[in-house]
């Protein structure tokens, strides 16, 4: 079936510098994705979406990437600070109203002080 | 409000237990899902819930029993749970496929 999964499943960065978490889909016909971050104990919070229509979007010290040729997604946080350790998700919404948001596999981003 | 409310935070039954995890949500969502989540693992769907009426069961287990008493509150029932049902019990709710939001969870450990 279709399915959205993830490179690396652990990063450890230091304080300060960039992360880049990768994600691939496999559903050539999605028009959306969304990135989560998932802190120990707590549920997935939105950090950033993109639609198929742009490569880049840009939020705060966050840039999603999105290649459509090799169906590749990519979040960039600049500066990473320790609260950004967590667990982040690519998620990919349903096309049909009420259907399943589908999760990739997760990578677990560590940054050391 | 954009929230996502869960309750209880934490839950520990007995596997003879019958308890009930809550959620609500004042966004206007009309849809609402149940996921489960095991450790290092990503969420992983049971229900979905469109305008109040189940539509999609993932093959879940009959002693998990949602339902939906209206367009702002979600209830799993839970009986005769055994242990390896512990995990983080997720809410979320979407308008139009867009605006996905989660809860923070039930912690539910089976004993």
């Known amino acids: 079936g279709e399915s959205v999964g993830l490179h690396l499943p652990t990063l450890s960065v230091q304080e300060g510098d960039n992360s880049i978490i990768n994600c691939a889909y496999s559903?050539?016909?999605?028009?959306?994705f969304i990135w989560y971050k998932q802190e120990s104990g707590k549920g997935p919070q939105f950090i950033i979406d993109?639609?198929?229509?742009?490569d880049k979007r840009q939020g705060q010290r966050v840039t999603v990437l999105l290649n459509k040729t090799v169906k590749h997604l990519s979040l960039q946080i600049a500066a990473t600070q320790p609260g950004d350790s967590a667990v982040y998700f690519c998620a990919e919404p349903p096309m049909e109203y009420g259907n399943k948001l589908v999760f990739g596999a997760g990578t677990i981003l560590r940054v050391k002080s | 409000d954009t929230e996502v409310t869960q309750t209880p935070k934490h839950l520990v039954m007995g596997m003879t237990n019958k308890k009930s995890l809550k959620c609500e949500q004042h966004m206007g969502h009309r849809a609402m899902y149940w996921y489960k989540q095991k450790a290092k693992k990503p969420p992983e769907l049971m229900f979905v819930?469109?305008?109040?009426?189940?539509?999609i069961n993932e093959s879940v287990p009959s002693r998990f029993s949602p339902e939906c008493p209206n367009s702002s509150l979600l209830n799993l029932h839970l009986h005769a749970l055994q242990p390896e049902d512990s995990a983080l019990y997720l809410c979320?709710?979407?308008?139009?496929?867009?605006?996905?939001?989660f809860g923070s969870g039930t912690r539910l450990t089976v004993v």
């Open positions: 559903n050539s016909a999605s028009d959306y």
């Open positions: 993109i639609r198929s229509n742009m």
């Open positions: 979320a709710s979407s308008q139009d496929g867009r605006g996905w939001t």
């Open positions: 819930y469109s305008y109040e009426k189940l539509s």
